[in-house]
């Protein structure tokens, strides 16, 4: 799991608590959250489901962890140029949200994950299950992952240096041109 913000870290503090049949883990960005408020109790999520908060018809951001309202940011900024955007929180690796990633390929032109993670993570096992399903082989249709980058980038706030790898809303909206 990996929250998109201090709220679904609670309801996912909440969802791990439940699980006592296999391993759990759960990761969570550096830093200040976004000051929402919190509920008193998190309520456990349903295991492998995540979930739309913006629903557009061209464009599909599909965010696994902090860099989620960058994300809205991004679908702000594209909306502004005329761009349709769907921004979805995946908010588990594993198990994937199997329909949520083939709805995401199957409604839009374009499909970006976002992650804070390696190259070889969340983009390449979302990309990996497209490919299985042949999903990749639909006229049109481009997928693009989003990673920090394979170098070493200077301590800095977190802010700064989410910029300097290109996952801030700008970077994501020059992902999609």
């Known amino acids: 799991m990996a929250a998109g913000d201090e709220v679904e870290l609670a309801h996912m503090v909440a969802t791990a608590a439940t699980i006592d049949d296999r391993p759990c883990a759960f990761r969570y960005p550096r830093g200040e959250g976004l000051g929402l408020p919190l509920p008193e109790r998190g309520t456990p999520l ?26 809205l940011k991004a679908a702000d900024m594209l909306a502004a140029q005329g761009i349709s955007t769907t921004v979805a929180d995946a908010r588990f690796a594993k198990p994937l949200d199997h329909d949520l990633v083939l709805q995401l390929a199957k409604n839009h032109e374009l499909l970006i ?65």
């Open 46 to 71: 349903e295991i492998g489901r995540g979930r739309i908060l913006r629903q557009g018809n061209t464009v599909a951001l599909l965010s696994l962890g902090g860099r989620l309202a960058e994300c």
């Open 113 to 177: 994950t976002i992650e804070e993670g390696a190259i070889g993570g969340f983009g390449a096992h979302v990309m990996q299950y497209l490919s299985a399903r042949g999903a990749l082989d639909q006229a049109g249709f481009k997928l693009r992952c989003m990673t920090l980058p394979d170098l070493f980038i200077d301590h800095d706030s977190p802010p700064a240096m989410y910029a300097k790898a290109g996952l801030d809303a700008t970077g994501i909206v020059a992902k999609v041109f």
